[in-house]
């Protein structure tokens, strides 16, 4: 079974403050990760990807990557009330399926005016 | 408009219809991917397209669950003879390409709910 595990939260943070999300997941192989945000009732929201080691910058985004430690993190800096929503981690595996987004369970963040 | 389209955005339907679903993908995307969110769950997988061909149907959870592609565009997702466990919403992605280096956009998705 090749999982993503995320924490559930919710994570609170206070306005202007840099929230960080992790996110963990079991197939070393895997190549490709995804950060989607999905408001509630709404569909997710691709906000940024990432295939190789290290940080990639967005805005205030920032998705950092390490396949050593199959940990992935997205850091939201000057975090606004508008952030405030699920975070879905999600990962393509490695071999027969390797176009299936596999999804954690989302991690629920609130910014606090 | 520009995102991928999906309806009815809201349906109720009895225990023991069947009900359809239409999926209208990003214009020039060739692949097309049925995902399912419950309460409380993840997103789950359910089906995938390469152009109208679905070489994965391995996510579907019966075989009341079908699915087909016409034109390389459209989509349509069918559920026979609903049960009350179907209920969830059912959300269409597509992506320019097949291939795991290929973001998927997801449409508003359809809300079911079987009573």
């Known amino acids: 079974q090749k999982e993503v595990e995320q924490n559930s939260g919710p994570l609170s943070v206070p306005e202007g403050a840099i929230a960080s999300l992790n996110c963990t997941y079991s197939?070393?192989?895997?190549?490709?990760f995804f950060w989607y945000r999905q408001y509630s009732g709404k569909s997710p929201e691709l906000i940024m990807f990432?295939?190789?080691?290290g940080d990639k910058e967005d805005g205030r985004f920032t998705a950092q990557l390490n396949k050593a430690s199959q940990y992935v993190s997205l850091l939201i800096r000057d975090s606004q009330p508008s952030d405030s929503a699920t975070y879905l981690c999600?990962?393509?595996?490695?071999?027969?399926?390797?176009?299936?987004?596999?999804f954690g369970k989302g991690t629920k963040l609130s910014v606090i005016p | 408009g520009a995102g991928v389209s999906q309806s009815p955005s809201n349906k109720v339907t009895e225990k023991g219809k069947d009900v359809e679903l239409r999926c209208d993908p990003i214009?020039?995307?060739?692949?097309l991917y049925w995902y399912r969110q419950s309460l409380g769950q993840g997103l789950e997988f359910l089906i995938y397209f390469q152009g109208n061909s679905a070489p994965d149907k391995s996510g579907l959870p019966s075989d009341r669950f079908s699915a087909e592609r016409t034109g390389g565009s459209v989509s349509t997702l069918t559920i026979q003879r609903t049960q009350q466990e179907d209920s969830a919403v059912y959300l269409c992605?597509?992506?320019?390409?097949?291939?795991?280096?290929?973001?998927?956009?997801f449409g508003d998705g359809t809300r079911l709910s079987i009573l």
């Open positions: 990432i295939y190789s080691n």
């Open positions: 214009s020039g995307h060739t692949a």
């Open positions: 999600a990962v393509i595996p490695s071999g027969a399926g390797s176009y299936q987004l596999t």
């Open positions: 992605a597509s992506s320019l390409f097949e291939g795991n280096n290929q973001p998927q956009h």
């Open positions: 197939d070393r192989g895997s190549q490709s």
